[in-house]
């Protein structure tokens, strides 16, 4: 098994842009979650799936957008891509109450 | 969910135990404890959890007092691959199946193992 795979490792965006990262697990888990992590800080939830078609906002959803249309991806839409949203992003997934499997992460800078 | 105190550093001599503190006075009855460790830049690894009874597995011991407000991450013999931030976490397992992984990350415990 791969595990959690992220796309792209690296990006810079200028703000405004748009950009998709992308976020695959071969588990054939139902839960699905992005994550954001800013410098010094600990982890926050933005979007979290409990299954295909099923989406629900975290702790930081604003400026951010999700899709479930399959079991194996969950990808994290940036629209109008600002400062704030520099951070380090990673996608987990579980099959149960204990998440297991965090991906390796997308560093995004927003200039 | 219950919000978790942790030191924000402490350092381990390589070959020793490390045992790291959490306390976690607001527990309520169906919150576990969980643990995640990240390496730097790297994404969080699962640890250990546990409900009331202490846990041991092949990377760790969770040890949870009798009254659930605190516990203990032992780190039995530390390595230098231990120094990592480590993370307690205190969340509901939920009855709803939407509530489950939601967890909330605190700043954690910035572990160095030396030499």
């Known amino acids: 098994n791969a595990g959690v795979t992220q796309t792209p490792k690296f990006r810079i965006l200028k703000i405004g842009q748009s950009m998709t990262l992308q976020c695959t697990q071969d588990?054939?888990?139902?839960?699905m979650y992005w994550y954001r992590q800013d410098p010094g800080m600990g982890l926050k939830l933005i979007y979290y799936s409990v299954g295909a078609g099923i989406t629900d906002k975290g702790e930081v959803p604003n400026g951010y957008n999700v899709s479930r249309s399959t079991t194996e991806d969950f990808p994290l839409r940036l629209e109008l891509a600002a400062p704030s949203q520099t951070s380090v992003y990673f996608c987990a997934s579980s099959y149960s109450q204990v998440i297991r499997d965090f991906g390796p992460g997308t560093r995004l800078t927003v200039t | 969910d219950a919000k978790t105190t942790q030191p924000p550093s402490m350092d381990c001599a390589e070959g020793r135990a490390a045992n790291l503190p959490c306390n976690h006075s607001t527990i309520s009855g169906n919150e576990y404890v969980y643990w995640y460790r990240q390496i730097h830049s790297q994404g969080p690894q699962y640890i250990i959890h546990?409900?009331?009874n202490n846990e041991t597995n092949e990377m760790a011991s969770l040890i949870i007092t009798e009254d659930r407000k605190s516990s203990t991450l032992i780190l039995p013999h530390a390595t230098l691959r231990d120094t990592a931030v480590y993370y307690c976490i205190v969340t509901s397992s939920g009855t709803a199946t939407d509530s489950w992984g939601k967890l909330q990350f605190g700043a954690g415990t910035q572990v160095v193992v030396t030499p």
């Open positions: 546990g409900l009331k």
């Open positions: 588990m054939n888990h139902n839960y």
